[in-house]
């Protein structure tokens, strides 16, 4: 029998996730790269992620703005833009990365809430949940439309949409509540936490820790890394540690 080596390759995802390398680990007979694979969020996730909105209200940049990327969609069809020569995960690192540099090259604090779900239609997407005055709401849409090598759209009648793409790939909508709006917001972005598990013995049991069990939908396959699950995330500034000093975090 042959023995199978492994050996560790180091990947650098494409330009803007620079500063966020990951490593794989390759088996050198059959060269295939070990990702992490995701069905769901995880129980209690969807708790973190309000509790990561109500951290950005008590920072006085409430989350106010969702963006919706039909990534897969993009790439499948040949567009994408910076979306294109990159592996699933890396994608949204990509993102993740220009995201932050636009806002910090205008002062704007960096609040977001970010997920990736699944639907059969549109495959795997990207909504990304942030803080944003209005007065840069065209010049951020400008932006991602040079991102994405997707124009902006006429506008839409829907109140909520601030701005969608030409071929509806790409959406932002806005907060119609005055600002108030960013826990749901969060709690919709939390909608694929099962809204029931099976314990160690099989049984079905009630996910007690999701709040808001009425947002169903986005399970389904995505890939991460190598080392971790990249299904969600928050900025720093609602991470772990701000939660824990306004007594939000929930274990």
């Given at each position: ?81 910076i979306l294109r020569d990159a592996e699933p995960a ?135 890394t190598s080392k971790h699950h990249y299904r969600w ?19």
């Amino acid at each position: 029998m042959q023995q199978q080596t492994v050996t560790r390759q180091s990947s650098t995802p494409n330009r803007g996730a620079g500063n966020s390398p990951y490593t794989t680990y390759v088996n050198t007979n059959t060269q295939t790269h070990f990702r992490h694979h995701t069905e769901h969020l995880k129980r209690g996730v969807q708790a973190k992620m309000i509790d990561a909105a109500k951290v950005a209200d008590l920072h006085g940049t409430p989350i106010n703005r969702i963006l919706t990327i039909r990534t897969a969609g993009m790439v499948l069809a040949g567009d994408g833009g910076i979306l294109r020569d990159a592996e699933p995960a890396a994608r949204i690192i990509n993102l993740l990365t220009r995201f932050g540099e636009w806002f910090r090259q205008r002062r704007i604090p960096i609040c977001y809430i970010w997920v990736r779900e699944y639907c059969h239609y549109h495959r795997e997407h990207l909504h990304f949940g942030y803080h944003i005055p209005p007065e840069y709401d065209a010049a951020f849409a400008r932006q991602l439309a040079l991102w994405l090598d997707e124009e902006v759209g006429p506008p839409t009648e829907k109140p909520s949409t601030i701005v969608a793409s030409v071929l509806g790939s790409w959406q932002i909508d806005g907060c119609i509540k005055g600002d108030t709006s960013g826990h749901h917001i969060a709690a919709y972005l939390g909608k694929s936490e099962p809204n029931d598990y099976r314990d160690g013995w099989g049984k079905l049991r009630r996910n007690n820790l999701k709040k808001r069990r009425r947002l169903k939908g986005g399970e389904g396959p995505i890939e991460g890394t190598s080392k971790h699950h990249y299904r969600w995330g928050t900025s720093l500034s609602l991470g772990r540690t701000q939660r824990d000093i306004n007594n939000l975090y929930i274990c």
